[in-house]
């Protein structure tokens, strides 16, 4: 079948995918028991990503980013779907993180982190869910109380992308927790040999086991006021809801990349395989679900291409991003079970990568704001 080739994916952005695929496959993939059995991917994996230039795609040159437009990092987080990889937190590093510095810090700010995280040296975590506030952010208890020229902080955060490995992370506080909404802001803490932070356990997940999600824990962490990101106190919430729309595109490209490695691998799989005398491809039902599959990845890709060249024009709202998260991350779950089933048994043993990529599929209808709130911010739009 002809493969579909997305408007924003021009001469430059197909390459930069391809490279994207090669490093996955070398660098992750392919040491994935390793990866699993750690709880964490080597610090030497994030330099080769920076050698590569595949970090901070769309971040400014000036401040050591690869100087593209955010197509360029969606071509990474789409190949990193497609590899089958869900655990190295380059969405989080790339596509979060340096985006908030980007466009709310400092000229300071920008030089002091994002050069660094291009290159890999510095790695990126953003600090928004705690254990008693995940898609309701306004309900954050983690304060940040001015002492002088400095905040004191004092909470804990969960679930957090690269918590082990983090030396810097992009934290929601509440600056007045009287104030609701209007009293949280962002902040740029130096985890680096930061007093009063301490990492607890690397949490035990269903998938995405090479990942080090952690707990964070602040106690009287005392950081300059200048960290604030933003001219005033009060304004991290409206950034965090513009952030967003950004954060569910990415993940709408990695579950895209997702189902076409779910079928491609399915495909071949069946067409190995023989059972009552033919290939499975040759039985009816087998044919029929990977027709079902492909069209469901079809249209899927073709409605992340109408939000990513929607997105390039600034035009991507937060409804059509709750869409395409929701979306897409929904059909990711059903066509990789779907392709499971194909697979038998061998599709529950985690030596097959459609077994992992089921085990890593599930959350993606989580974070980022679950899918039922998707549905919810979608349902006022209309």
Known sequence: MKKYVPTWHDDEVRALSELAAGFFDREIVA???????????????WLEAGKLGLLCCSIPEEYGGGGGTFAHDLAVFEAQGYAGDLA????VHSGIVPHYILEYGTEEQKKTWLPGMATGEIIGAIGMTEPGAGSDLKAIKTTAVRDGDEYVINGSKTFITNGSSADVIVMAVKTDPKAGAKGVSMVIVDLRDQPGFAVGRVLDKVGQLAADTSELSFTDVRIPVS??????EGQGFGQLMAQLVQERLIIGAQASGAM???????????KGREAFGQSLFELQNTAFELAECQTIARTCEVFLDHCIQSHLRGELDGAEAAMVKYWLTDKQCEVVDRCVQLHGGYGYMREYLIARMYQDARVQRIYAGANEVMKSIIAKAL
């Open 31 to 45: 040491h994935i028991e390793k990866w699993d059995a750690q709880h964490r991917i080597d610090r030497e994996v």
């Open 88 to 91: 190295f937190g380059v969405a």
């Open 227 to 232: 960290n604030l990101l933003g001219d005033v």
């Open 260 to 270: 076409r490695r779910a079928i491609d691998d399915t495909v071949a799989y069946t």
